[in-house]
């Protein structure tokens, strides 16, 4: 079965630096999109960065360009989120989500990870 | 300020029929297909529609979806304890440089 794991979490000081990892199975990665998705205490659904299967399509929250970097390494089926200069808003569970559903778009998002949760806190 | 447009709350009776709005533009519902997601709380968003109005394999049958134009919706058939949660739609925008767009949620509350 499709499975997608996050790690990576944790608290770290304003203007710090993070990296996300979302390992996946069950499924051929280098075929599909990935997303990266977060939801602050209490809140919604934010999107941040999408990456296509191959890495040649990338794009970004206006939240997140200039300081998140998505990227991903389909030898090991992995995708990553580098977060730098952190602030106290970023603080959210962190998920991972593929595009294995059709959509129209070649974005939508599907199977979900269980979430990492980042703290940005002094 | 979320860009796709659903009401914060819904509710019925076990066995009644909720149905959940998603209002949207030209840019994202209007172009795209969308998708809609359960969130129970504590827990990771699940697919429960894509393609408008297709279902993964294992989600129940009472949960159908569909669209017309810049609006999409989310029908629960015979609603039953088990559905009070978190219901969200999302769709890519089209607009600037491309973003993928989330509706605001939409709690539904079996009474």
């Known amino acids: 079965q499709v499975q997608l794991v996050e790690s990576g979490g944790g608290t770290v000081q304003p203007g710090g630096s993070l990296r996300l990892s979302c390992a996946t199975s069950g499924y051929t990665f280098a075929s599909y999109g990935m997303h990266w998705v977060r939801q602050a205490p209490g809140k919604g659904l934010e999107w941040v960065a999408v990456i296509s299967y191959d890495g040649g399509r990338i794009h970004y929250a206006d939240s997140a360009k200039d300081r998140f970097t998505i990227s991903r390494d389909n030898t090991k089926s992995t995708l990553f989120l580098q977060m730098n200069s952190l602030r106290p808003e970023d603080t959210a569970v962190y998920y991972c989500a593929n595009t294995y559903f059709y959509d129209r778009s070649g974005y939508g998002a599907s199977y979900w990870g269980q979430g990492t949760l980042v703290t940005v806190s002094s | 300020q979320s860009v796709l447009t659903q009401p914060p709350s819904a509710s019925g009776t076990p066995g009644q029929r909720v149905t959940i709005s998603c209002s949207g533009s030209n840019s994202n519902i209007g172009s795209n297909t969308v998708i809609w997601l359960q969130q129970h709380p504590g827990t990771a968003p699940k697919l429960l529609i894509y393609n408008n109005n297709e279902r993964p394999s294992g989600v129940p049958g009472r949960f159908s979806g569909s669209k017309s134009g810049t609006s999409a919706s989310l029908t629960i058939s015979g609603l039953q304890s088990e559905d009070e949660a978190d219901y969200y739609c999302?769709?890519?925008?089209?607009?600037?440089?491309?973003?993928?767009?989330f509706g605001s949620g939409t709690k539904v509350t079996v009474l």
């Open positions: 999302a769709a890519w925008d089209d607009s600037l440089s491309g973003s993928y767009v």
